[in-house]
């Protein structure tokens, strides 16, 4: 079964760092494309970053120049660093997984949640 697992979060100060990590069981890490989403009490979940399987990042424009979405393929660990944090931020953060073995697969709008098949439990991050 396919499992993700994040950590990372925590509480901090307007302007401070965070960095996510999830880590994925069950699955070619490798070939799945990934995504950070984000949903604060009463608002919809929303995509904040994602990667394509191909190194291609996608970002949300609120989190540009701010978040940078990593991996590590050898530790099946896909990070999310964000800094200059705001009280905007606050959320509970979720890692998801879809796999797209295909070209087809890969162009889905990746900052959409409908493209991700595979939810981890979320992180939260508290900025004030």
């Known amino acids: 079964d396919v499992q993700l697992v994040e950590s990372g979060g925590g509480s901090v100060q307007t302007g401070g760092t965070l960095r996510l990590s999830c880590v994925g069981h069950?699955?070619?890490?490798?070939?799945?494309?990934m995504g950070w989403f984000r949903q604060a009490p009463g608002k919809q979940r929303e995509g904040v970053a994602a990667?394509?399987?191909?190194?291609?990042?996608y970002y949300a424009d609120s989190v540009k120049g701010r978040f940078t979405i990593s991996k590590d393929n050898a530790k099946n660990t896909l990070y999310l660093q964000m800094n200059s944090l705001e009280p905007e931020d606050t959320a509970m953060y979720y890692c998801?997984?879809?796999?797209?073995?295909?070209?087809?697969?890969?162009?889905?709008?990746?900052?959409?949640?409908?493209?991700?098949?595979?939810w981890g439990q979320g992180t939260q991050v508290t900025v004030s």
């Open positions: 998801a997984a879809d796999p797209c073995f295909g070209s087809i697969s890969r162009a889905r709008p990746r900052l959409d949640e409908t493209s991700y098949t595979f």
């Open positions: 069950g699955y070619l890490f490798s070939s799945y494309c």
């Open positions: 990667d394509d399987s191909r190194d291609n990042p």
